[in-house]
Each structure stands twice: as C-alpha cells, then as structure tokens.
C-alpha cells in the first residue's frame, strides 16, 4: 500500500478535483481542489490510495498546467477508456466534496454531521429500537 502522495501527484490530484468540480464562477462554491482528499482517504477510504495513485500516474505533469477545457478533454478521454475506475474517483471525489463544511453551508445544509441534530438519546437506552425489532425479520433469513 503507498504511504503517501509525492508533490507531482498532488498537484495531478489537486488538478482532477477541480476539473471534476471547478469553483464557481460567483465564489461561493469551492473547488474540489480545495478538499483535503488525503486526510479523506485516510479517514474513510485508504483502500483506494493505490487505485487512485495508478489513476494520477495515468496523467502527465503537464496536465495541472493545463487550462480547465484541456483538462475536461483528457478527463473525458480517461473516463470513455476506463469507466469503471472513473466512476470511482467521481465517487470518492463528490463524496470528499459534500461533507466539506463549507460546501454544506453554501448549499443550505447544515454544516456538521446530520446527527445527533439536537436529540439526546441516554447511554445504554435501546428503546428507541423497539420499532425496529417489531417489524420482525426482513431480508436477514
């Protein structure tokens, strides 16, 4: 498993995010780029840091440099060539994108983690299950 990104593939990450979701034009949504992705992957997908390392090293140096129609180009062309892979680095990074803070506030949501939301549930009370244990068993047979 790497260890960690170099500074060229950063800089093709960095590029990918905002190719795949570019600030926008008012400011008042941040580019992807602006998304710590690896502190994501390390939290809650560090088995994707080698499928997204080989999905970097399939970009050259040259394309952070390149302007955002250029980039969308090679994207597309990556993403008609192996969709699968894309599918999966669109996932990850939408999903790294809406739990930023600051992309939830922009969009109306509530920042912070949607619960508790002001419900207080005692320690050791599985009450609230009850309901769940009514509807006996399901899918689970």
Do not use: C, N, W
């Not at 060229?8 to 941040?30: C, E, F, K, N």
């Not at 090293?57 to 090679?74: I, M, N, S, T, Y």
């Amino acid at each position: 498993m790497t260890t960690a990104f170099s500074d060229t593939q950063l800089h093709r990450l960095a590029a990918l995010q905002d190719t795949i979701l570019p600030a926008s034009a008012d400011g008042t949504m941040p580019s992807a780029a602006e998304i710590d992705f690896p502190a994501y992957l390390a939290e809650q997908a560090p088995e994707y840091r080698d499928e997204l390392t080989a999905i970097l090293d399939r970009f050259d140096d040259g394309f952070p440099g390149l302007p955002l129609d250029r980039r969308v180009a090679l994207v597309r062309a990556f993403s008609e060539a192996d969709a699968k892979a894309f599918r999966s680095l669109v996932f990850r990074v939408y999903d790294s994108y809406y739990q930023d803070d600051r992309v939830r506030a922009a969009i109306g949501a509530r920042p912070g983690p949607p619960f508790p939301g002001g419900h207080s549930i005692p320690a050791g009370d599985l009450s609230s299950l009850e309901a769940v244990k009514a509807r006996g068993k399901g899918y689970r047979r």
